[in-house]
């Protein structure tokens, strides 16, 4: 018989606090999503502002050997100061296994992420994540962190298959009944056709008969009714915690995919820290600007399109992306797309009542610069046309 089931997620999340700030400079999450076949990330991330690393030069995850006792440790994966690109090791093939990660300059963040996208479970008992760089007196340093996993956490199987039976034994008794109620029913049939049949002599006979039919049949009713209040009663309870083990599990599986969403942003986005009840996330990628696309993105992690205020926000966001990297273009939500001049944001279609341009902008050049972005090298907005080649900020409220 087929296994009836739901997987509950299981995540281990080591030296990381509360609101997802590491306590410590490296952190290790191993990740297991609640959909089949199951997903696991294993990502291994650095703040070296946390260690007094100034320089990052590699970036490893490790996991224990297969069917050994020890549980010896071997490479998996490792991206490289002299070599920027994440590679897979020891045999770990890209058809089931992805690897993705960055070395951040200074002491801006560094990551390293493996994800097992096939429906085979990895067979690591252990993962330890290591970093190792320069410290400010050109010192080596290598830190390290280790997280077990218990095979069998990957995935704790619900077995639906009791509820099922549960269920089916409720009818069992109505079933029966309805048998009892056939015979009954059939007996009838026979004794309406004996009375018809019959002489006038045995109508008395066929009578007493009937009489005691239909006492056996009020007996059987009787005791019908008092059996199907009990069990309907004891079915409804059951109904009743049947439909809290639901919520729970729905309960489980939305927490937990909205920790894999935080997950997905942080390979995607450069995250900040909290302004206002909000936080911001910078593209890692650049790519062609489609303003409506980009919002619909921003809204799929919880938020919009950037809109800044004041000059409070505008400082803090310049600062953010001044220290996530080389790129220097960002857009944000305002606009003057419908109406030259006439500067609204996007998302809120408020109108824009603050905007630090860089000197002589916004020019409108050549008549088709309708959107806004955020040049880093000036310190300031400028405007651009609105399929123009570059990165984008969202905001999110927590």
Not at 178 to 187: A, F, G, P, Q, Y
Not at 366 to 393: A, K, M, T, W
Request: glycine share 6%; hydrophobic share 35%; net charge negative.
């Amino acid at each position: 018989m087929a296994l009836t089931f739901i997987c509950i997620p299981f995540l281990v999340v080591s030296l990381t606090n509360a609101e997802g700030v590491p306590d410590g400079p490296i952190s290790l999450d191993v990740t297991v999503s609640g959909t089949l076949p199951q997903a696991v990330s294993v990502m291994c991330s650095l703040e070296p502002s946390l260690v007094s690393m100034d320089t990052v030069d590699s970036l490893r995850i490790y996991g224990s050997k297969p069917n050994s006792k020890k549980q010896d440790l071997q490479t998996l994966a490792s991206v490289d100061r002299w070599d920027s690109n994440p590679r897979l090791l020891n045999s770990l093939s890209s058809d089931d296994v992805s690897v993705d990660g960055f070395l951040g300059f200074g002491a801006n963040r560094s990551e390293l992420v493996l994800s097992w996208t096939s429906p085979s479970m990895p067979e690591h008992q252990r993962f330890k994540c290591s970093a190792r760089g320069i410290d400010q007196s050109g010192q080596t340093v290598t830190i390290s962190e280790l997280v077990n996993v218990n095979s069998q956490q990957f995935c704790h199987a619900t077995n639906l298959d009791p509820i099922v039976d549960k269920i089916d034994n409720f009818a069992v008794p109505f079933n029966n009944m309805n048998t009892v109620l056939n015979k009954v029913e059939n007996r009838l049939d026979n004794l309406n056709h004996a009375f018809n049949d019959s002489s006038h002599d045995r109508n008395d006979i066929v009578l007493s008969a009937l009489q005691g039919l239909q006492q056996e049949v009020n007996r059987k009713l009787d005791k019908a009714e008092k059996y199907t209040a009990t069990h309907m009663n004891d079915f409804s309870q059951f109904l009743n915690g049947l439909s809290d083990t639901m919520q729970s599990l729905q309960q489980a599986l939305d927490s937990q995919a909205s920790r894999m969403k935080s997950l997905e942003a942080r390979h995607v986005f450069d995250v900040s820290g909290e302004f206002r009840g909000k936080h911001y996330l910078a593209s890692k990628q650049a790519s062609t600007f489609n303003i409506t696309e980009v919002d619909k993105t921003c809204e799929s992690y919880g938020g919009y399109i950037a809109e800044i205020d004041d000059q409070a926000e505008n400082d803090f966001v310049f600062n953010f992306v001044k220290t996530v990297g080389p790129r220097q273009k960002y857009a944000v939500g305002n606009n003057d797309i419908d109406e030259e001049g006439k500067y609204v944001f996007y998302h809120s279609k408020k109108p824009v009542v603050f905007s630090k341009w860089i000197k002589n902008e916004p020019n409108n050049d050549r008549g088709n610069e309708d959107c806004v972005g955020i040049y880093v090298q000036y310190d300031g907005l400028n405007d651009f046309p609105c399929d123009h080649v570059l990165n984008f900020i969202c905001e999110v409220k927590l």
